[in-house]
């Protein structure tokens, strides 16, 4: 059972870099979703997905952005990295729009430094 | 006032003991609630929905009350394998319907 596979599990950057984290699952999910988890802070929604062809704005999306050419697979773009950027990032899926189970299925997360 | 509030801890105690943790939300408009536990380095996982009539899962008790806004876990019996961080996650809607606010965390150490 893969579940939710993220790439990389570590990165680094300069600043200015551009680079994408990949994510994909097996789980045939419709809602997917991107995360970032600060140290000591609670986790905070950069994008969202309710299905294929269709994204939203989270809470803190300024400075990414996805797509979602299939069910399966939901890329996180980060563009001209900052230092603001450090962070671990989790991608994320679910069956439903959450209010009933509220139950997501996390990748293991990609840690990223921006240098 | 953040939408979900946690005691950060750390919350030490030995095995055996029971320890409870609260958490509150800001929108009275809430719905869904639940405790997420995340390993050190780890992915979030979900450890148990709240229902309004509080539930329980083993050694794990789940309350909620609506009029103050608060959530709390009673861990009974504390393992060693309890230690983690425990999130209190609270719905909100959004254009899409629902996504969900997580707060900062509790830490639980569970010593020998």
């Known amino acids: 059972n893969a579940g939710v596979t993220q790439t990389p599990k570590f990165r680094i950057l300069k600043i200015g870099q551009s680079m994408t984290l990949q994510c994909t699952q097996d789980m045939n999910h419709n809602y997917m979703y991107w995360y970032r988890q600060d140290p000591g802070m609670g986790l905070k929604l950069i994008y969202y997905s309710v299905g294929a062809g269709i994204t939203d704005k989270g809470e803190v999306p300024n400075g990414y952005n996805v797509s979602r050419s299939t069910t399966e697979d939901f890329p996180l773009r980060l563009e001209l990295a900052a230092p603001s950027q450090t962070s671990v990032y989790f991608c994320?899926?679910?069956?439903?729009?959450?209010?009933?189970?509220?139950?997501?299925?996390f990748g293991e997360g990609s840690r990223l430094t921006v240098l | 006032r953040k939408e979900v509030e946690q005691d950060p801890g750390p919350f030490n105690v030995p095995e055996g003991a029971t320890v409870a943790f609260n958490c509150t939300y800001s929108n009275s408009a809430s719905q869904s609630f639940f405790w997420y536990r995340q390993d050190c380095r780890k992915e979030p996982k979900l450890l148990m929905s709240?229902?309004?009539s509080g539930n329980e899962d083993g050694r794990f008790t789940a309350q909620l009350n609506r009029a103050s806004q608060y959530i709390s876990l009673l861990i009974r019996d504390s393992k060693l394998s309890d230690s983690a961080t425990y999130l209190c996650v609270v719905t909100a809607s959004s254009n899409s319907g629902y996504a969900l606010n997580f707060g900062k965390g509790t830490s639980l150490l569970v010593t020998p």
């Open positions: 994320a899926s679910s069956y439903d729009g959450l209010s009933v189970t509220g139950e997501l299925f």
């Open positions: 709240v229902y309004s």
